[in-house]
């Protein structure tokens, strides 16, 4: 079945550090690929999308490409901030008659001043 | 702009009682959705409504049930809350059934707990 993978976490970095968020996926067809994000006490929010292969989303210094061959999405980012701590989700999404939604376990983020 | 509503932010429950989960979107969207966080597991669909007037399955939708009230309005009901029902609940809306996108707009959750 359709499934994503992600790294496990926590992840811990300190300020200003690279950091990368493995996410693989498993899907029939080609779905729509999201990173969101999950600030503490608040709901998911899209830090960024790409919709078809080679595409590259990016917003807020992170960016994650579409690699169809090796079916992943990756999040990266150049310089991580403390404001950046929070949890990730990658998912993919496809329409079969209303959306279908798939996502990762999530990975907790904390970046140290 | 207030985007997506959830009432109530917390509430417990004894094990057996009944409670409904109010979501409203002011966005317009045709689609919603209604998903459980559990620690480890990711979110989950419980139920969805492409459009006004459909609701479906997704995952794990036993023990609940849901109405569609109008295109602003879904609800999510626990008949018999079990503790197995402790979690987190969040509605979210898509703009489009028939899109390629699919990108979702999340409330803020309902934190539920069944004693």
């Known amino acids: 079945g359709d499934s994503v993978t992600q790294m496990e976490g926590p992840v811990t970095l300190s300020e200003e550090a690279f950091l990368t968020i493995n996410c693989t996926y498993t899907?029939?067809?080609?779905?729509?690929l999201f990173w969101y994000v999950q600030y503490p006490g608040e709901g998911l929010q899209l830090l960024l999308k790409a919709t078809k292969a080679d595409d590259k989303g990016s917003n807020k210094g992170f960016e994650a490409t579409y690699r169809k061959e090796t079916t992943s999405f990756h999040l990266e980012k150049g310089s991580v901030q403390v404001s950046d701590s929070a949890v990730y989700f990658c998912?993919?999404?496809?329409?079969?008659?209303?959306?279908?939604?798939?996502f990762g376990a999530g990975t907790r983020l904390f970046v140290k001043a | 702009n207030a985007g997506v509503t959830q009432t109530p932010k917390f509430q417990v429950l004894k094990t057996g009682q009944s409670m409904t989960l109010q979501c409203a979107q002011d966005m317009n969207h045709n689609s919603m959705y209604w998903y459980r966080q559990d620690p480890g597991m990711g979110l989950r669909l419980i139920y969805y409504s492409a459009s006004e007037g459909t609701t479906d399955k997704g995952e794990v939708p036993n023990g609940y049930n849901v109405s569609r009230l109008n295109k602003r309005e879904f609800s999510l009901r626990l008949e018999s809350a079990a503790p197995s029902q402790t979690s987190v609940y969040f509605c979210?809306?898509?703009?489009?059934?028939?899109?390629?996108?699919?990108?979702?707009?999340f409330g803020e959750g309902s934190r539920l707990t069944v004693l």
């Open positions: 998912a993919l999404s496809f329409n079969t008659g209303g959306f279908k939604t798939i």
């Open positions: 979210a809306s898509s703009i489009l059934a028939g899109g390629r996108t699919g990108e979702l707009f």
């Open positions: 899907a029939t067809g080609y779905p729509s």
